[in-house]
């Protein structure tokens, strides 16, 4: 397991080497270990100055700790987005985005909603894929760090997801990803819970409780 493990890791941390400021996050459970290298940017001006065109990146790899060598098998899933902010929109924007998963590639587009402050981020959209009968997705990422003392915070984040499709026979799917825990410089530490839950009619569910390390590069 710590093989595959460090494969994921070597798989999505490359870019760490090119880019400051990217927070890699590792959560691990009873059942599985996730990494994640999530943040979003504006592109510069020739200036320096941040442009009206926002990067979002979300690349994500799991680990079943119950793998063999042909159930289970790692997953992973890379988001791109890219959005036009003109603050005329007062933090809306419309959003493209490429992604690409275990199980196959799509592209989307729909609004975006961005806020970024010192201690708090909210950034979500609602979109669909470009295709006939399309999946329709709702995220959030809301994030708070109240400070404690002059280099300790709170650290919490929830993460929404909810894939509804147009498409009677598909699934509908839900996911809530939660963080609790401490802040010190670049380093937050804490508890976590992923779970999801899918299904047509009813909804059958799966996740964990664990812990969680996240590092800011």
């Known amino acids: 397991m710590r ?30 270990t996730s990494v994640d290298v999530l943040f979003f940017r504006f592109f ?22 119950r793998m063999t060598t042909g159930t289970r098998l790692p997953q992973f899933g890379f988001t791109e987005a890219v959005s036009w902010n003109p603050s005329a929109l007062g933090g809306f924007a419309p959003v493209a985005i490429g992604q690409l998963f275990s199980s196959g590639a799509q ?31 709702a995220y959030l990422l ?15 984040q929830l993460e ?15 996911t809530q990803r939660v963080r609790l825990g401490a802040q010190w410089r670049e380093v937050a530490f804490g508890v976590g819970a992923d779970y999801q839950q899918r299904g047509r009619g009813t909804l059958s569910g799966s996740g964990q409780t664990g812990v969680f390390v996240r590092y800011q590069f």
């Not at 592209?107 to 981020?121: D, E, F, I, M, P």
Request: aromatic share 12%.
């Open 3 to 32: 093989r595959a493990l460090l494969v994921l890791l070597a798989t999505l941390l490359p870019q760490l080497c090119a880019l400051a400021q990217v927070p890699v996050e590792v959560f691990s459970g009873p059942d599985r």
């Open 44 to 65: 510069r001006t020739a200036e320096g100055e941040n442009s009206d065109w926002l990067f979002f990146n979300r690349n994500r790899a799991i680990l079943d700790h």
């Open 107 to 137: 592209v989307k587009s729909g609004l975006q909603y961005a806020r970024v402050a010192k201690r708090w981020t909210v950034f979500s959209w609602f979109v669909t894929e470009i295709q006939g009968r399309p999946d329709l997705d």
């Open 142 to 156: 809301a994030r708070w760090t109240p400070p404690l003392t002059e280099r300790w915070s709170i650290y919490t």
């Open 160 to 174: 929404l997801l909810n894939v509804f499709p147009t498409d009677g026979r598909s699934a509908r799917a839900f």
